[in-house]
Nanobody, 121 residues
């Protein structure tokens, strides 16, 4: 599975962005997908994950109610809708695929390149 993340940019606090994770490979629908982020000088952290079917979605506490993860297996795409963005959401965001919707980045087998999200105050 190859993943390509996109949709990052520079926005102001309170704005919204939608990140996309496009996948190639016929087995994509068998994988859970997670979004992680890494701010400058910090460790990579879990943001959200979604099960292979899309029925299960999990969020890091600080993004609950603001971010929504979704997927369309027919389009081989997972999205991360980010609303009410805050400066502390600034980071490089990565999508990754795993056999289950883990929150630990070490459990993810496939990774896309990152997309930068910068939120100004």
């Amino acid at each position: 599975v190859q993943l390509q993340a996109s949709g990052g940019g520079l926005v102001q606090a309170g704005d919204s962005l939608r990140l996309s994770c496009a996948a190639s490979g016929r087995t994509f629908s068998s994988y859970a997908v997670g979004w992680f982020r890494q701010a400058a000088g910090k460790d990579r952290e879990f943001v959200a994950s979604i099960s292979w079917s899309g029925r299960g979605a999990y969020y890091e506490e600080s993004v609950k109610g603001r971010f929504t993860i979704s997927r369309d297996n027919a389009k081989n795409t997972v999205w991360l809708q980010m609303n009410s963005l805050k400066p502390e959401d600034t980071a490089v965001y990565y999508c990754a695929a795993a056999i289950s919707e883990y929150s630990n980045s070490e459990d993810y087998e496939y990774w896309g390149q990152g997309t930068q999200v910068t939120v100004s105050s």
